[in-house]
């Protein structure tokens, strides 16, 4: 058997940088595939940030990491758009999950505490966090407060 790291990400719904975001994204995620034999990485499916870090993660899965990572969608609560195309979803990532926690929750806490819950499975938890306010810098907040590893790429763009 063979030792899986957990990732997950977490960043503002709208990205002014885009292209910057992509390329920081995908050199750590390739960095994080070269370090650890296995890495699993949650994400959900909320915003610019998540499809910048789900693109990054397939493009390497295609290029030449598909026995050594894996994809999962984490869904506060089970979606129409998923439950009217399962089956795309299901071919597109690699796990498809609902969070139990988050589904007895009314919808507007539901985000909230499925990221509590992809923090406190993970070993990494990665964030674009560029202002002090919305649900990626309480999800940050959490997490530090939690003792996780985080890296917020964000701060590493910034002008010095």
Same mark, same amino acid.
């Given at each position: 058997?063979? &030792? =899986?790291? !957990? =990732?997950s990400f977490f960043g503002h719904r709208y990205i002014e @940088?885009?292209?910057v975001a992509e390329r920081k994204v995908e050199d750590l995620i390739n960095k994080l595939i070269q370090e650890h034999e296995y890495v699993e990485f949650l994400i959900g499916r909320d915003g610019d940030f998540d499809q910048i870090a789900t693109s990054a993660?397939?493009? +390497?899965? $295609?290029g030449y990491a598909e026995h050594r990572c894996d994809l999962t969608w984490v869904m506060p609560y089970l979606k129409a758009e998923y439950t009217n195309n399962a089956e795309d979803f &299901? @071919? #597109?990532y690699d796990y498809v999950e609902v969070c139990a926690e988050?589904? /007895? =929750? $009314?919808s507007k806490q539901a985000i909230q505490v499925r990221n509590r819950y992809m923090v406190d499975r993970s070993d990494l938890v990665v964030f674009w966090v560029e202002r002090n306010s919305g649900? +990626? #810098?309480? !999800?940050?907040k #959490? +997490?530090? /407060?939690?003792?996780k590893k985080i890296i917020n790429i964000a701060e590493s763009t910034k002008q010095k």
């Open positions: 058997m063979f &030792e =899986v790291y !957990t =990732v @940088n885009f292209r993660v397939l493009r +390497a899965k $295609h &299901e @071919n #597109y988050s589904e /007895k =929750v $009314h649900g +990626a #810098y309480q !999800t940050m #959490y +997490a530090e /407060k939690q003792g």
